[in-house]
């Protein structure tokens, strides 16, 4: 018997007296017995020539009932062997365990891979965790918490993972050790090769060591061990380097399966205080002043751009605010530039009849679209708005004169209807409406008031030229706003109609005689009127300034000529940085010093609209008068409506007028800087397939962990596995001593024994 082969033989120890024929040896283990002296030796000392104890190495398993002789005696060798304290002395090994794969694998740790199992079911919720987390961040944050999210799940996964195949490894490793231990020429593998795979036994530096090894060592190919291991453990090999790509790969994967994505959020917490161009310098007033007298002349019918710019100015930009319209027009660029303005500087670049109008004012300049969207901000600031509701003109018959004996049409306003106007606006009444109308200022040449007209009751009158003009217009400033709060106008607009270009139209008034049309036909000309009260006031309001886009008008905040805190129970305004301290900077809207500007500004409205007549003469329709009353085409005229003229003259006043209001003053704003926030959302399909794959890859190193050739039972890497191997003789060197002094420094000894081959001894 070759004593090496059996696994136990080192372990199994006899009494040392035990030696000559079968008679003195039992003599001498009854004395043993009742002596009990701790005198040993190993087997391979003990037994010589066929003097080996007789018994069946079966019977080192623990058995349901201890061995006996045939005679029923307890005193055989087998009984006190199992007796023997230094045989086993924490009890007889365990028999291999059993599990559906025992014939070709080894048996699963259940521990490590319940333990796999768990901690793929709870990656997705622990991840889960961490995107609670990372939502509504800064997007450093959020990439942040979800790396460390995703490297923690990667790196337990990856540790159990790991775990899990370092045994597919040790096996591969011990399996090449046998292989070239049976090699007949030089067999055995050099000490310092086996510590490169033993050193780290998780590193994909070791599992290609192990490929080059078994590729270089002719005793690891298949065809030289056949005869004994068909098991294909390069495969193994590669399985296990897969294994470690995956670990390694883990938190890269999950990182990407989760999808962050940004957005911008407003805040009105923090802000700081700039100037913009909002308001006119006295530059521009003193220009506007000089102009007013071109605008009041009825001659040139003035306009402060040509018809081919008018496309370039602000549009209209609308909110509700307690029931009512607010008209204003949209912030430029410009405004917000450094260097620029607004519309109302009253240059000859913005009134001169050409089209090379102030480049600066019209361009629109963005930013480069490639450099990546940028954060924009809130600014909070006052601006001028309008107000305007409209109401008919009772009564035609009275208060619309069509056509006096000098060729005038007078049109007069009851204090009824401006009572109606104010109540409307939640206005008091203003004193100064309470004086009646004097007819001396309204009546031309020597044409008499209508004998039904209660003058008493007539707040206004106006005459207009029997011009052929279709729609004529008339504006009377009132003394509401003097305080510098805005104005307070009473718009007046006259339809005179031919009616044979409105068959639908409907008039309350028609003129006595008949006038003959382009045609020579007789017709006549129907009346209809509208008051109207508008009015300019300052409103704080809110634009966002984009850096990629022309800015946006967001909402109105109050009613009020200077920016103030808008504190609630749940938000507190608070200054980022010092408070501007230039004086130049205004900080509320005024318009005390802003007459010439408003009169400018809003004749040059009226203009506008005045300039979109049909002829001259014959009251034809213009698109102008169409759209007053919702019709559609040339003869589409149906009646005034007062909703619609008051939207009309909105539309134009907040065109032609307000952008006027800003030159190039200074004006204060709030700046509230946007908040770039990120939000993160898992891939749900992508992980579930992510954490199915580490499960199926740990499974599989955990199932099937392949049995050492030759019935060798299993070995790993730990110290346990290597006392077994040296003090069991598993693994033997070419010498059969090493000169290794105690005191050796690491190095010498890798030196001195690195090229030792070990060969594993079946």
Known sequence: MDVSSNAYQSTFIIPAEQHG????????????????????????????DDSQPDFDPERLYPLKKLPTSASGSDDSFSKSAYNSPSLFPNGLPKPPRKHPFAKDFEAPNWKLVLMHILLCLIAYPISQIFMVFARGKTLFWTRLLVGAGCGFIGFILGLSLLRLGRSIFEACTWATVIHLSRVTDGPGVKLKDLAVHTDDSTSSWSALRLLWDRHTYSGAARDVRRNYDRRPWTLYVLFFLVLIGTTASLPFILGRIVRIETYVRYQVESYTEVAIKGDVSDVDIARANSMTGAFESFIFTWTLSPF???????????????????YFSETILSQLLPGGSGFGTFDDNSTAASTDVNPTINSIKVSDPTAGVEPGSILRYPK????????????????IVPRSLNGFTYLFTPRSVLRTLFDSFEMD???????????????QLNDTAPPKLIIDDTVFGVAFYDNGVAHSLKSIP???????????????????LNTSYAPEGKFPVLSE??????????????????????????WVVEVYNSSVSVPSSLRIVEKAASISDMNTDRLTEKIDGPRLSDSNVKRQLNSTNLVGVYTSAHQNSVNQILKDNGRDSFYVPSPTIVSFSGGIGPLGYTQLSTELFAK???????????????????????????????????EHVLMAIALAVVLILGLTAALFVPKLPLGTPR??????????AFYADELVSEKPTVGIGRKMDLDDIVDHVGNLKFKYVS
């Open 384 to 399: 001028w708005g309008i107000r305007i509701k409209c109401a008919t003109v009772p009564d035609g018959d009275v208060n």
């Open 513 to 538: 005689s008949s006038v003959p049309d382009v045609n020579g036909t007789a017709t006549h000309i129907g009346y209809d009127a509208a008051i109207c009260l508008e009015l300019y006031e300052p």
């Open 308 to 326: 081919s710019t008018h496309g370039g100015l602000p549009p209209v930009v609308t909110f509700e605010h307690e029931g009512d319209t607010v």
């Open 715 to 724: 070995r790993g890497f730990e110290i346990y596995s290597w006392l077994a």
């Open 648 to 682: 009309a003259r909105a539309l134009a006043d907040s065109s032609n007028v307000l952008p006027y209001f800003v030159g190039t003053g200074d004006s204060l704003a709030r700046r509230y800087s946007d908040r770039v926030l990120s939000s993160a959302e898992i």
């Open 429 to 443: 009444f203003l004193a100064e409406l309470n004086a009646s109308v004097n007819m001396t200022d309204v009546l």
């Open 478 to 496: 009132l003394n509401g706003m003097a305080d510098g709060k805005g104005w307070i106008t009473l718009e007046s607009v006259l339809i005179r």
């Open 21 to 48: 024929n079968n008679e003195d040896r039992a003599n001498k283990q009854n004395s043993w017995r009742k002596t009990k002296r701790p005198l040993y030796l190993s087997l391979s000392v003990a037994v010589h």
